[in-house]
């Protein structure tokens, strides 16, 4: 079934999809958005670990591969809102020597852009959305910019416990930039520190794109079509312009939806499962695929945590699933001996018993009458650190087509991840580093969470770069070899930095947004 | 707000439960008030059951009172895109059930060999025994997924009766704060 032609089509209702949706939309364009996931409500956020399960995908179209396999669910998104309607809002961003790594340093890759272009996006988004932090505590480490339109949040004696470690072990800590409301913005109202941010937040203190861009886009006229699962983007005879794309609708129907031009916002790992379904004669290894590029560079974070138990009540459960405090002491790319790539720190959040991030989970090792004693001592004296490292592109981890197929006959694909050297010396080393930190503070007992090396934030695939031999996008995410083709959100990343990604996905794709609504005749046309 | 809280504490009251069938109709419990009712097993032998009971009690205390077979029967009898259980976001492939099957398979057969009985009908210390070294992938001739694996899958479900509700909230003497309310219990 054909529907009526629209301007633009974005594939995926999440964080990046839904600043295209609005901008686009607000400069006149029609657009719609299909989204695979049901349309999640505000009120279908329930405060539970349990049913905070929902609005994840119960396992996807992806097979887990490598050293180091993905473990993708806990952070990914199933529906309107996508991962950022359960992300912690933690807002850093990424720095000045993320974009040039290859030029400083001989190896990883050089973003085709500068920390200076982004800049005043990050700015934007954080008026968009509301952030709290302090930005001129931050300019220790990143060039002056816009202050946060809001005070910092309010910090609880689990975080502040920890700043006798950082002190001693010289690491400044400032407040977290969050996107969440320190007080009311734009009507919604002040956070209440509860600490269910992570099961989706209903009250709109935390800015998820149902009370954001994609609020916005709504507003504005923006369709969206939940249940829709896109399998194809379609081209020309000629192969040179994407015509729209291919969907099964809730009812499982195919449908066609022409569009002048298609964003893909899928997820890093399905807009290349989207481009590889795409081939066509012209193009034989999927759309925007000449390099070869696509679903390659695959990168992820990992996390170095460190807990300290104290006998003290220290309000273990108040606070945000993210950051009070923060710090970019460690993000020069060779701050720890013998490893090479940023960390970014973080400490204070608050703490629920059950789910992978609970406290249960502290001491994988203890079961029956040891957890239950251990429980009740971890409810009010427990708390924990953080070091998010940073994993280089490396050309391996990549996402390739399976022979499987899902129900409507597109192939599954895999996700190849293991982490090198470097990653695993990082990972050591602020392990190391966050033990010291731990036992500063005087803590009854301290321990690291070491387990298997975890991935987080999933990055890369469909990189950006300067020219078509090198990278599939170019700096505002259009294909370089289809003008009327875009790929929003972390798959365009070069590299990964160490810092949470929502912000830069913000910011890029309202970068993007804007260029292709000022070049929409040259691009659409 | 006030329009958000409203609509919020509605449909968490109507959501909270899960649906349990009685007499052939399907009416809302706490797996705690299905397993005191005796509300029928609807994937789950018995004996899978009691081995789920012994296993969860093993790795959670008063996780067999709070309904774990309950919980994990109904949440693997549903589509798995409903399911609230920790397998999903372990990256479990569904069906859930299948996981479940072969979970509770390996420690029987681990037991039977071990110990000649099935795990319910151990001692105490056999059955801590035994879960000790299926954490650490310590029994011999094990066979089924990875025993660390069954270990953090039913771990984290007899973690989540226990300690994921109101009530395990309130047993460790924290406030639960919902913004939503599952429902009284849940």
């Known amino acids: 079934m054909a529907n009526e032609k629209v301007d633009v089509v974005i594939v995926g209702a999440g964080a990046s999809g839904s600043v295209f949706a609005a901008v686009l939309t607000k400069a006149g364009k029609k657009v719609v958005i299909l989204e695979q996931g049901p349309d999640w409500q505000l009120a279908d956020l329930?405060?539970?670990?349990?049913?905070?399960?929902?609005?994840?995908?119960?396992?996807?179209?992806?097979?887990?591969?490598?050293?180091?396999?993905?473990?993708?669910?806990?952070?990914?998104?199933?529906?309107?809102?996508?991962?950022?309607?359960?992300?912690?809002?933690?807002?850093?961003?990424?720095?000045?020597?993320?974009?040039?790594?290859?030029?400083?340093?001989?190896?990883?890759?050089?973003?085709?852009?500068?920390?200076?272009?982004?800049?005043?996006?990050?700015?934007?988004?954080?008026?968009?959305?509301?952030?709290?932090?302090?930005?001129?505590?931050?300019?220790?480490?990143?060039?002056?910019?816009?202050?946060?339109?809001?005070?910092?949040?309010?910090?609880?004696?689990?975080?502040?416990?920890?700043?006798?470690?950082?002190?001693?072990?010289?690491?400044?800590?400032?407040?977290?930039?969050?996107?969440?409301?320190?007080?009311?913005?734009?009507?919604?109202?002040?956070?209440?520190?509860?600490?269910?941010?992570?099961?989706?937040?209903?009250?709109?203190?935390?800015?998820?794109?149902?009370?954001?861009?994609?609020?916005?886009?709504?507003?504005?006229?923006?369709?969206?079509?939940?249940?829709?699962?896109?399998?194809?983007?379609?081209?020309?005879?000629?192969?040179?312009?994407?015509?729209?794309?291919?969907?099964?609708d809730a009812k499982k129907e195919r449908q066609v939806q022409e569009a002048s031009v298609v964003v893909l916002a899928a997820w890093s790992a399905q807009n290349p499962r989207l481009l590889f379904n795409s081939a066509t004669d012209k193009h034989p290894k999927g759309l925007a695929n000449s390099s070869g590029l696509v679903g390659k560079y695959m990168m992820a974070h990992f996390s170095s945590g460190t807990w300290a138990l104290f006998d003290e009540d220290i309000q273990s459960y108040m606070g945000t699933t993210g950051a009070q405090l923060m710090s970019y002491e460690r993000y020069a790319k060779t701050s720890q001996k013998g490893a090479f790539g940023s960390s970014f720190i973080v400490a204070g959040s608050a703490l629920k018993t059950s789910d992978l991030g609970g406290f249960a989970n502290a001491r994988l090792d203890l079961f029956g009458s040891d957890l239950a004693a251990f429980m009740k001592r971890a409810a009010r004296g427990l708390t924990r650190i953080g070091a998010f490292g940073e994993e280089l592109p490396n050309i391996e981890n990549r996402i390739e087509a399976a022979s499987d197929k899902d129900e409507f006959g597109m192939p599954f694909a895999k996700i190849i991840h293991s982490f090198d050297q470097d990653a695993v010396a990082l990972w050591n080393a602020n392990f190391e580093e966050g033990l010291k930190i731990a036992k500063a503070t005087g803590a009854k007992e301290v321990w690291s969470a070491r387990g298997n090396m975890p991935t987080i934030h999933l990055m890369g695939g469909t990189i950006m770069g300067a020219n078509a031999g090198d990278s599939v996008t170019n700096s505002y995410g259009q294909t370089h070899e289809i003008a009327n083709l875009y790929i929003a959100g972390p798959g365009i990343f070069a590299t990964a930095g160490a810092s949470n990604p929502t912000y830069t996905i913000l910011a890029l794709s309202l970068r993007g947004a804007e260029q292709l609504a000022a070049k929409w005749s040259t691009v659409a046309g | 707000m006030h329009d958000i809280e409203r609509r919020a504490l509605i449909k968490g009251a109507a959501m909270g439960a899960l649906a349990f069938t009685v007499g052939g109709g399907e009416v809302l419990l706490t797996p705690r008030a299905a397993r005191s009712q005796g509300v029928p097993l609807r994937t789950l032998t018995v004996a899978q059951a009691a081995t789920l009971d012994a296993l969860g009690e093993t790795l959670v205390p008063g996780a067999r009172q709070a309904g774990i077979s309950q919980f994990v029967d109904q949440q693997i009898s549903i589509p798995a895109e409903e399911a609230l259980l920790e397998a999903r976001v372990l990256n479990v492939r569904p069906p859930y059930a299948n996981f479940y099957r072969a979970a509770l398979g390996a420690v029987e057969r681990a037991s039977q060999a071990l110990n000649g009985q099935p795990f319910a009908d151990l001692s105490q210390a056999e059955q801590r025994s035994l879960v000790d070294n299926m954490r650490q992938n310590k029994v011999d001739g094990w066979q089924g997924p990875p025993g660390s694996f069954v270990y953090l899958v039913l771990r984290s479900d007899a973690v989540d009766v226990v300690y994921g509700t109101m009530d395990g909230y309130t047993a460790l003497g924290i406030p639960y704060m919902p913004h939503i309310v599952p429902t009284k219990r849940w």
């Open chain 1, 46 to 248: 329930v405060s539970s670990d349990f049913w905070g399960r929902r609005i994840k995908p119960a396992s996807g179209p992806f097979l887990l591969e490598g050293k180091n396999p993905f473990g993708y669910v806990y952070q990914a998104g199933w529906g309107v809102g996508g991962a950022a309607l359960h992300y912690f809002a933690n807002f850093p961003r990424l720095l000045p020597n993320d974009f040039k790594i290859r030029s400083e340093y001989g190896r990883a890759l050089d973003w085709p852009i500068s920390y200076q272009d982004v800049a005043p996006y990050y700015d934007k988004v954080a008026q968009d959305v509301g952030v709290s932090g302090d930005a001129k505590a931050e300019e220790i480490w990143r060039p002056a910019g816009a202050p946060y339109p809001m005070a910092p949040m309010k910090t609880f004696r689990n975080g502040e416990i920890w700043l006798k470690g950082f002190e001693a072990a010289g690491i400044r800590m400032v407040p977290a930039a969050v996107a969440m409301n320190s007080t009311e913005y734009k009507g919604r109202p002040p956070c209440i520190y509860d600490g269910w941010c992570h099961v989706g937040c209903p009250t709109g203190a935390l800015a998820n794109p149902l009370v954001t861009y994609l609020g916005d886009a709504k507003k504005a006229g923006t369709e969206v079509r939940p249940l829709s699962t896109v399998t194809r983007v379609l081209t020309n005879a000629q192969g040179n312009k994407v015509t729209g794309v291919e969907y099964y």
